[in-house]
């Protein structure tokens, strides 16, 4: 993983290096269908995220985006279809041509090659952000404790935090907290990382800041599947927009080719009324 000091934002003058090739982090979503009761909130979707591709979903409340995000990493289960990362199962197994839901400790053992950041931060309030970072390596004997705080300082270094390690939530700002859940996120070193609505719950102000960090771990090459009602970060940083409106991805395609030239009424009508 790397660790070095995230890049400047891109302001329109600096030429951006090209991305690192990635090799894992391969998602391919055939089929999915959820439902709650008679509700429908996903219906035969399919999409495949190339390894470090950044992908963004967009779309109105109630589309689905936040629950097929949930189900990459099998926090939501399917109905019907299957999702894999680098051609695995996460929640299953393949045998006698059926899928087998996997022991729970299996599945959390594969979701950790997902790192998922919530909206609203989800830190653990009587730990600081060193300790919120170094829980995870340490519970799940990744590393010894030593060896975890040494990361964690890198992490949050990274993330722009070294001088708030020893901080509890309640002292950060919505930003600063978002920001450590980033960093906690990639403390297990993760091949694709899901974010869902990651500047939903902050303050305008304190937008910009967490975006840089996206943006920088998009320059990384790390995959990135993004929840976002941001369109301008959607436009600047995913290779690919992809459009979901009644659980239906009913458009998909390069920043350009969605937000500004789009095919469908259905998208045409969502951005009029975002842009």
Do not use: C, W
Not at 20 to 36: F, H, L, M, N, Q
Request: aromatic share 4%.
């Amino acid at each position: 993983m790397s660790q070095t000091a995230l890049a400047p934002s891109f302001d329109g003058n600096i030429p951006i290096a090209p991305r690192p090739t990635a090799t894992v982090g391969r998602v391919e979503i055939s089929d999915v269908t959820k439902s709650y009761g008679t509700n429908t909130v996903l219906r035969d979707v399919s999409l495949t995220i190339a390894p470090g591709e950044v992908v963004a979903l967009i779309g109105p409340s109630g589309s689905g985006k936040s629950t097929l995000l949930r189900t990459i990493n099998h926090l939501e289960t399917v109905d019907r279809g299957s999702i894999t990362l680098d051609g695995q199962y996460i929640g299953y197994e393949e045998r006698g041509g059926k899928l087998h839901e996997l022991r729970e400790a299996e599945i959390l053992r594969r979701r950790t090659q997902f790192g998922l950041v919530f909206q609203n931060f989800n830190l653990f309030p009587h730990l600081t952000a060193i300790e919120n970072v170094v829980e995870a390596p340490v519970a799940l004997k990744r590393l010894t404790k030593p060896e975890a705080r040494e990361l964690a300082k890198a992490l949050l270094a990274r993330v722009g935090l070294a001088d708030k390690v020893d901080h509890y939530p309640r002292q950060l700002s919505g930003g600063q907290q978002q920001r450590v859940a980033i960093a906690r996120a990639l403390a297990l070193s993760p091949k694709v990382l899901l974010f869902d609505e990651p500047t939903s719950a902050l303050d305008p102000e304190l937008v910009g800041e967490v975006l840089d960090v996206i943006r920088g771990l998009a320059r990384d090459g790390t995959t990135l599947i993004v929840v976002t009602h941001e369109i301008g970060f959607a436009r600047e940083v995913a290779d690919r927009v992809v459009f979901l409106d009644g659980g239906e991805i009913v458009e998909q395609g390069t920043p350009i080719q969605v937000l500004r030239s789009p095919k469908q009424q259905r998208t045409r009508d969502f951005l009029a009324k975002v842009l």
